[in-house]
């Protein structure tokens, strides 16, 4: 019920293409969805979140895509850049309850140039 | 500014050492986080700060103890680690009760323990 499960565990992209991460839950208490940007040896960054009142929300190259009656959500990276070789966490947290951010197990992008 | 600074970036240390982990944020964020994080793995929640307060301990061993001091500061005391206790050990801030949950990271402290 708490979980999020994210695909796939691993991704690789050609510059100038799209890369496609896909996460899905059950609990339809979460109601923040972030995601977050993680280089080797660093902390997560957010990088671009969206509520369930929102189907879709685009920051530059990065969108969000969310289907509540499915409860999934999607990142989007258009025109992907070497420089977007990272890992990829999806997470969500019930508003009230914020303190715990459930996250997927990741996804590791590589761009080839 | 969404900066949370965490020192030192690397620690190594032995099994029977004690160190402490701090962490720092100007955000005026009232809860705080201790995460550790392995090698391919999500961050692992550990403890939460709210208001200064512990308000949850994920039954993390004894041997980690968090501290508060105040509301800009974040400690996390080692003593007697385990080889398996080996990790990057993440901070995070976030404000309360204002219908924004972000949680901001640190950059980590790499942990080795020998």
């Known amino acids: 019920q708490q979980q999020v499960k994210q695909s796939p565990q691993s991704l690789i992209v050609q510059k100038g293409g799209i890369s496609i991460i896909n996460c899905a839950y059950e609990?339809?208490?979460?109601?923040?969805f972030p995601w977050y940007q993680q280089f080797p040896g660093k902390g997560p960054a957010l990088l671009i979140a969206?509520?369930?009142?929102?189907s879709e929300k685009k920051e530059g190259r990065f969108t969000i895509s969310f289907n509540k009656s499915a409860k999934q959500f999607s990142l989007h990276i258009m025109d992907s850049q070497p420089g977007d070789s990272a890992t990829y966490f999806c997470?969500?947290?019930?508003?009230?309850?914020?303190?715990?951010?459930?996250f997927g197990k990741g996804t590791k992008l590589t761009v080839n140039p | 500014d969404t900066e949370v600074t965490q020192t030192p970036k690397h620690l190594v240390m032995g099994m029977t050492n004690k160190k402490s982990l701090k962490c720092e944020q100007h955000?005026?964020?009232?809860?705080m986080y201790w995460y550790k994080q392995k090698a391919k793995k999500p961050p692992e929640l550990m403890f939460v700060?709210?208001?200064?307060?512990?308000?949850i301990n994920e039954s993390v061993p004894s041997r980690f103890s968090p501290e508060c001091p105040n509301s800009s500061l974040l400690n996390l005391h080692l003593h007697a680690l385990q080889p398996e206790d080996s990790a990057l050990y993440l901070c995070?801030?976030?404000?309360?009760?204002?219908?924004?949950?972000?949680?901001?990271f640190g950059p980590g402290t790499r942990l080795l323990v020998l």
């Open positions: 995070a801030s976030s404000q309360i009760g204002t219908g924004i949950e972000t949680q901001y």
């Open positions: 609990n339809t208490a979460f109601d923040y």
């Open positions: 969206i509520r369930p009142d929102v």
């Open positions: 997470a969500a947290s019930i508003k009230g309850g914020s303190e715990k951010l459930v």
């Open positions: 955000m005026g964020h009232r809860a």
């Open positions: 700060y709210s208001y200064e307060k512990l308000s």
